[in-house]
Nanobody, 126 residues
Framework: QVQLVESGGGLERPGDSLRLSCAAS????????MGWFRQAPGKEREFVAA????????RYTDSVKGRFTISRDIGKNTVYLQMNSLKPEDTAIYYC???????????????????WGQGTQVTVSS
């Protein structure tokens, strides 16, 4: 199995940028579809972004399109979420996840993925 550890969260002002990292061990990220999900206080966990096994396809939820970018570094076995133009509504715990079979399009509507990290807190407040 693969282990996932998120890092990079913090307290930011609206309009700021932040990059989250998801370090994988026990498996190569290119063998999995990778995604970022988030859970805000009082809300259910929701899809944010995903990248395909080959890296050629990315998906984003509408609320982050044009602001967030998912990417990966095969050499570092790490997936990133670059977050620009942060808004207070982006405040949530952000989770990294991996799945051996799902397509990125399927990750939009499910949270039933094989592996999850522990999450990292992102707070956007003025």
């Amino acid at each position: 199995q693969v282990q996932l550890v998120e890092s990079g969260g913090g307290l930011e002002r609206p309009g700021d940028s932040l990059r989250l990292s998801c370090a994988a061990s026990g498996g190569t990220v290119s063998r999995y579809a990778m995604g970022w999900f988030r859970q805000a206080p009082g809300k259910e966990r929701e899809f944010v972004a995903a990248i395909s096994r080959a890296g050629g396809t990315t998906r984003y939820t509408d609320s982050v399109k044009g602001r967030f970018t998912i990417s990966r570094d095969i050499g570092k076995n790490t997936v990133y979420l670059q977050m620009n133009s942060l808004k207070p509504e982006d405040t949530a715990i952000y989770y990294c996840a991996a799945d051996s079979r799902l397509q990125t399009s399927q990750m939009i509507t499910t949270t039933d993925l094989d592996y999850w990290g522990q999450g990292t807190q992102v707070t956007v407040s003025s």
